[in-house]
């Protein structure tokens, strides 16, 4: 049996034991109700026709409680199996530096939930250099683009004739000046890009790990 093989069988063995368990619940009465017309004399219990029903157990109490022990000793030994070849299977990959590694499964994980999550959200959140932008200034990592906006006001008159008359008077310009320090959207995907291979090669390197034959315990 290899590692992925007992991942497999332990959540096998997690629905075996939500079956029996459910099965317990109802293992330890048999019921039978009915309606009855009188509680007294020779015909006192005696079921009225149609309308008696009765539910019978498919397995005792021991018969449950028997099948539980055994998947509970079994999950055991495999839980402790597993927690034993987690700490031998190894496998390589080569991580975002492009050295190679050798890592245990539990390490593999740590990368693969946690610390990739981490690297992609921090990649996002780069700021991204402003396109389309009428830059007026620049430097080695930064650009100064200006946006001008013009600040107007209707007016409204009637001319001679008794016409309203709507006219706009420019009253000035709102200008805003920006100093954009992000980086070329390029640079931002080509990063993401480069994180999502990696996520690939941990989870190529996972499987390849639970290939690994499961540790016997003493």
Not at 101 to 123: F, G, N
Not at 124 to 132: C, G, I, L, M
Not at 147 to 174: A, I, Y
């Amino acid at each position: 049996m290899t590692l992925g093989d007992a991942f497999n069988r332990r959540k096998k063995l997690s629905s075996d034991l939500q079956s029996w368990i459910n099965r317990l619940n109802v293992a330890g009465s048999e019921r039978r109700t009915y309606r009855t017309a009188t509680l007294e004399g020779d015909a006192a219990y005696r079921p009225e026709p149609g309308t008696e029903k009765a539910t019978t157990r498919s397995y005792t109490v021991a018969e449950c409680r028997e099948r539980i022990d055994a998947i509970l000793a079994e999950d055991e030994r495999l839980a402790l199996r597993i927690s034993r070849t987690n700490q031998q299977a190894r496998a390589e990959i080569e991580d975002l530096n492009g050295d190679v590694r050798l890592l245990t499964i539990p390490e593999l994980l740590v990368l693969k939930s946690d610390t990739i999550p981490k690297l992609e959200q921090a990649a996002r959140a780069v700021p991204v250099r402003a396109d389309n932008v009428g830059v007026v200034d620049s430097g080695g990592d930064w650009v100064r683009y200006r946006t001008v906006k013009r600040v107007e006001r209707k007016r409204e008159s009637f001319s001679d004739k008794g016409l309203k008359v709507e006219e706009t008077e420019l009253l000035g310009f709102d200008i805003v000046e920006v100093t954009d320090y992000g980086l070329p959207q390029r640079g931002q995907w080509d990063e993401i890009d480069r994180i999502g291979e990696f996520a690939q090669r941990v989870k190529q390197a996972i499987n390849r790990a639970n290939k690994t034959e499961l540790a016997e315990l003493d």
